[in-house]
């Protein structure tokens, strides 16, 4: 049974930073996509970030790219996304997912994820 645990989030001030962990168990993660979305109240889940577990390749959204950077540790079958210089604006639940099914063009499509973790909530005060 896969499991996806979330932590690190909570309030922070605008320009500040926190790093999200999700922690990813019940199989072989080698053939997946994991992801980071973000719902804010009222609206959709948006896509955040993704790393490849084979090989690494990354992908931001154009909203976060330069300021936040997703990596994984293999001996800890964890993928963390480092948020630095935060906004408002991030304010959000943050989600972790995982897909099996994906591709180069649906790695940005929460339809697209398998699994998904509880949520961990982020708040960044103005």
């Known amino acids: 049974q896969v499991r996806l645990v979330e932590s690190g989030g909570g309030l922070v001030q605008a320009g500040g930073s926190l790093r999200l962990s999700c922690a990813a168990s019940g199989r072989t993660f080698s053939n997946y996509a994991l992801g980071w979305f973000r719902q804010a109240p009222g609206k959709d889940r948006e896509f955040v970030a993704a790393i490849r577990w084979s090989g690494g390749a990354t992908y931001y959204a154009d909203s976060v790219k330069g300021r936040f950077t997703i990596s994984r540790a293999d001996a800890k079958n964890t993928v963390y996304l480092q948020m630095n210089s935060l906004k408002p604006e991030d304010t959000a639940v943050y989600y972790c997912?995982?897909?099996?099914?994906?591709?180069?063009?649906?790695?940005?499509?929460?339809?697209?994820?398998?699994?998904w973790g509880q949520g961990t909530q982020v708040t960044v005060s103005s």
């Open positions: 997912g995982a897909s099996y099914r994906f591709t180069i063009a649906t790695i940005p499509l929460s339809d697209a994820y398998d699994y």
